[in-house]
C-alpha cells in the first residue's frame, strides 16, 4: 500500500488529527483491508472527522460537500468518492 496516493494521504491525515489511530492503518495487511476498514473504527470523532476531510480537501485538491462528510461508511467509499488511486 506505499504506493498508493490515497493511502499516503490518509495516513498523512490520520496522523496530524489523531497518531494513535495510525496502529490501526499500520496493522492493515494489503489494500483490500484498507478499502474495507469501517471509518467509525479510526476512533476519530466529529470534530475530527472534519479536521480529517479538511486535510484531505487541502492536500488532494477534491471537494468534499458538507452534506456527504458523514455518509461514507468505510475508507473504500471515500477514496471512491475522491477517485484518488
Do not use: Q
Not at 9 to 35: C, F, K, P, Q, W
Not at 39 to 58: A, H, N, Q, R, T
Amino acid at each position: 500500500m506505499g504506493n498508493c496516493k490515497f493511502f499516503n494521504l490518509l495516513y498523512e491525515a490520520v496522523g496530524h488529527i489523531r497518531s494513535e489511530s495510525l496502529v490501526i492503518l499500520d496493522s492493515l495487511e494489503g489494500e483490500e483491508s484498507l478499502m474495507s476498514l469501517l471509518i467509525p473504527s479510526l476512533g476519530l470523532d466529529s470534530v475530527e472527522i472534519f479536521e480529517l476531510v479538511g486535510y484531505l480537501e487541502d492536500n488532494s485538491g477534491v471537494e468534499i460537500p458538507e452534506s456527504k462528510v458523514f455518509s461514507f461508511k468505510t475508507v473504500g467509499e471515500l477514496k471512491a468518492f475522491m477517485a484518488l488511486n
